[in-house]
Nanobody
Framework: QVQLIESGGGLGQAGGSLRLSCAAS????????MAWFRQAPGKEREFVAG????????YYTDSVKGRFSISRDNAKNTVYLQMNSLKPEDTAVYYC???????????????????WGQGTQVTVSS
């Protein structure tokens, strides 16, 4: 069982920055593919960014490329999402997700992740 706890959400201004953190339980964090998803009101949950076991591979959805950066610290069992140049359309609940199976590519759909955090609200004002 993997438990994920997000932190770092809140209110940001357009053009500003926020950093989200997700702390994971367990001794095998380095064997998890990690990802961030988000869900805005009235919309489906969407993939934002994912990172491989070692952090050598990363993938971003087009709308955040060049603005968001995902990273991980396996010694601290933590994954981060650095969000820069925020836009009002980034407003959503952000979820951390973990995949503990062996995968060839970073899953980009919700079904690819078995473990989820409770979510953290990010609100960007214009």
């Amino acid at each position: 069982q993997v438990q994920l706890i997000e932190s770092g959400g809140g209110l940001g201004q357009a053009g500003g920055s926020l950093r989200l953190s997700c702390a994971a339980s367990g001794r095998t964090f380095s064997t998890y593919v990690m990802a961030w998803f988000r869900q805005a009101p009235g919309k489906e949950r969407e993939f934002v960014a994912g990172i491989s076991y070692s952090g050598s591979s990363k993938y971003y959805t087009d709308s955040v490329k060049g603005r968001f950066s995902i990273s991980r610290d396996n010694a601290k069992n933590t994954v981060y999402l650095q969000m820069n140049s925020l836009k009002p359309e980034d407003t959503a609940v952000y979820y951390c997700a973990a995949n503990s199976t062996i995968v060839i590519a970073i899953p980009r759909t919700s079904s690819g992740y078995a473990y989820w955090g409770q979510g953290t609200q990010v609100t960007v004002s214009s």
